[in-house]
């Protein structure tokens, strides 16, 4: 019996480390598709602002075109660090989560044993 009720603690605990990696792992990968967005919507505007800079009729704008794009060069680097941080969180999670599934299988075959040998 008390095998039985360690096991199914063991269980309980691990569906809430489970369900808690799984939200994470959602969240995360809601926060791909924002990070993706935003940086479309900036690889557009660095083109306009290229544009802009061809465009440009006079050196003194040619140069503040190009402190703009600077800013926006700098801005996609980072949001794609962020997104490949992101990412290495959703390998790790996900392979989080198959050892937690992997656990839960083994206390569930203990759980099984335990119920047989109190009812034997």
């Not at 489970?18 to 792992?25: M, V």
């Not at 600077?70 to 962020?82: G, M, N, W, Y």
């Amino acid at each position: 019996e008390g095998n039985l009720s360690k096991n199914q603690e063991r269980s309980d605990k691990l569906n809430g480390v489970l369900e808690r990696k799984l939200q994470n792992l959602e969240n995360n990968q809601e926060r791909i598709g924002r990070l993706e967005n935003v940086l479309e919507r900036k690889l557009q505007h660095l083109d306009e602002l290229n544009e802009k800079h061809s465009d440009a009729r006079s050196d003194s704008y040619r140069e503040r075109v190009e402190g703009w794009i600077e800013e926006e060069e700098s801005s996609i680097e980072d949001i794609e660090a962020k997104l490949e941080q992101v990412n290495g969180w959703i390998v790790e999670e996900e392979s989080s989560i198959k050892d937690i599934e992997t656990q839960l299988e083994q206390v569930k075959d203990w759980i099984q044993e335990d119920s047989r040998t109190l009812n034997n």
